[in-house]
């Protein structure tokens, strides 16, 4: 069974409820709509995590958020293909897997595009109080460049898994009052609309925002755990 949930920022709390109410096990499978804080860190200060998710009785497969590094830029992550794409792992936890940007993988005889990160609008408060912060959030043009070469040849998708979701679906209605929206770089939204417009698609994921909503096929997740 697959199931698919939004941010967890490193509180597991729900998902391990879940998977002992549900009986999950390895053989099943829950996506994480980034933002896992699995890499928050990015050195020895994650093992305590990670080390407390060996006890989960599911595999993680997390996109990629704007609150934690990209496992290539951490020492000691390999790769292998899983479901027909790239995921990088460590040896020590190969239950928690990182989903490629870019990727497409077969989920339920289902192809799965994703595409993660985001820009963090918490940014320099982050920097001004020494908290970790990783210019790597959001994808790189090289990313960009791949998704929309591959969408022109193949623009049909059942299933898009993305962190952040198109501009013009931006759930306004959550936004931080405290924050300028003219200071908020949405290059990665504009981007995301961009593609949108390519893809013919069933449904699309995202997190992010912190909200539990559907508009059209976009569904927005965050404490939500359902089958995918």
């Given at each position: 069974?697959?199931?698919?949930?939004?941010?967890k920022h490193g509180d597991?709390?729900?998902?391990?409820?879940?998977?002992?109410?549900?009986?999950?096990?390895?053989?099943?499978?829950?996506?994480?709509?980034?933002?896992?804080?699995?890499?928050?860190?990015?050195?020895?200060?994650?093992?305590?995590?990670?080390?407390?998710?060996?006890?989960?009785?599911?595999?993680?497969?997390?996109?990629?958020?704007?609150?934690?590094?990209?496992?290539?830029?951490?020492?000691?992550?390999?790769?292998?293909?899983?479901?027909?794409?790239?995921?990088?792992?460590?040896?020590?936890?190969?239950?928690?897997?990182?989903?490629?940007?870019?990727?497409?993988?077969?989920?339920?005889?289902?192809?799965?595009?994703?595409?993660?990160?985001?820009?963090?609008?918490?940014?320099n408060y982050r920097l001004?109080?020494?908290?970790?912060?990783?210019?790597?959030?959001?994808?790189?043009?090289?990313?960009?460049?791949?998704?929309?070469?591959?969408?022109?040849?193949?623009?049909?998708?059942?299933?898009?898994?993305?962190?952040?979701?198109?501009?013009?679906?931006?759930?306004?209605?959550?936004?931080?009052?405290?924050?300028?929206?003219?200071?908020?770089?949405?290059?990665?939204?504009?981007?995301?609309?961009?593609?949108?417009?390519?893809?013919?698609?069933?449904?699309?994921?995202?997190?992010?925002?912190?909200?539990?909503?559907?508009?059209?096929?976009?569904?927005?997740?965050?404490?939500?755990?359902?089958?995918?």
């Open positions: 069974m697959i199931y698919i949930t939004g941010d597991f709390s729900e998902v391990y409820a879940f998977c002992y109410k549900n009986k999950t096990t390895r053989d099943d499978l829950m996506i994480v709509l980034g933002d896992a804080g699995i890499n928050y860190y990015a050195n020895e200060q994650d093992i305590y995590l990670k080390n407390s998710l060996l006890q989960y009785p599911i595999t993680f497969f997390c996109i990629h958020g704007n609150h934690e590094e990209r496992p290539e830029n951490i020492e000691g992550y390999k790769t292998k293909i899983f479901h027909d794409g790239l995921v990088y792992y460590e040896e020590e936890y190969p239950h928690i897997l990182f989903a490629k940007d870019g990727e497409v993988y077969q989920f339920n005889e289902q192809s799965v595009l994703v595409i993660g990160g985001a820009y963090s609008v918490d940014k001004q109080m020494g908290y970790n912060w990783y210019p790597s959030e959001q994808p790189s043009e090289e990313i960009k460049d791949k998704l929309l070469m591959y969408v022109e040849k193949n623009p049909q998708i059942d299933v898009v898994l993305s962190h952040t979701c198109p501009y013009k679906y931006l759930p306004r209605e959550v936004f931080m009052k405290s924050i300028n929206p003219l200071k908020v770089d949405y290059s990665t939204e504009f981007f995301l609309d961009k593609l949108e417009l390519r893809l013919d698609y069933k449904k699309w994921y995202c997190g992010h925002f912190h909200t539990d909503k559907k508009i059209d096929c976009m569904i927005f997740m965050f404490n939500e755990i359902v089958e995918f």
